[in-house]
């Protein structure tokens, strides 16, 4: 039997970890997107350049779209079950950012943005390798840095950067937390 490169190890191992918690209600395309992002992440990692893993990408949100329950839900209810979107991740992380830019160190940025999320109703990111909501967040941040995420969430990151540019510095961290303009449900005041 011939060996198996490291990276093509580490791939089989994640995938067979994914494969064996796979949950008995889940279905097929959320464990097939959950795979997916396991190889787009370690190609990346690789060295791969993100134009060339854009179209891995860009299947993972659409299996992540079809997913999603339909518009004729009830949207109020929507929060309780759903994760964040793609845009409020982005939104998180250039939260994340001013906060670490602020002062904060990574851990405390993500957790004190975290339980904003929380207050507000937004359970964590259900994709991430740890328990804690807060280290999922990290993750996600750090997918968006390695170009792992749909262009329109990396664009929705780089808008929402720029508005949060645009107030005034030494109230920046506190205009964005405590009027949660990070949450596009309500308007910036």
């Not at 190889?39 to 990346?44: D, E, G, N, V």
């Not at 009830?74 to 939104?91: C, D, G, I």
């Not at 991430?128 to 990396?154: I, Q, Y």
């Amino acid at each position: 039997m011939q060996a198996l490169s490291p990276s093509v190890d580490r791939i089989g191992a994640a995938l067979k970890a994914l494969r064996q918690t796979h949950a008995q209600g889940e279905d097929k395309l959320s464990l097939g997107a959950k795979c997916l992002h396991v190889i787009t992440a370690q190609l990346a990692e690789e060295g791969l350049p993100p134009e060339d893993l854009q179209p891995l990408i860009d299947l993972e949100a659409s299996l992540r779209q079809m997913i999603a329950p339909t518009q004729t839900e009830n949207v109020t209810n929507r929060r309780k079950r759903l994760p964040p979107s793609e845009a409020l991740l982005a939104r998180a992380s250039a939260v994340i950012d001013l906060l670490i830019k602020a002062g904060s160190d990574e851990a405390e940025a993500a957790q004190l943005f975290m339980r904003k999320l929380m207050a507000a109703g937004i359970p964590p990111p259900l994709k991430g390798g740890d328990a804690r909501g807060w280290k999922r967040l990290l993750e996600w941040r750090t997918d968006l840095g390695n170009g792992l995420v749909s262009e329109e969430a990396r664009q929705e990151y780089l808008d929402f950067a720029r508005e949060i540019e645009a107030i005034p510095a030494p109230e920046r961290a506190r205009r964005v937390l405590d009027e949660r303009l990070w949450d596009r449900r309500r308007k910036s005041r």
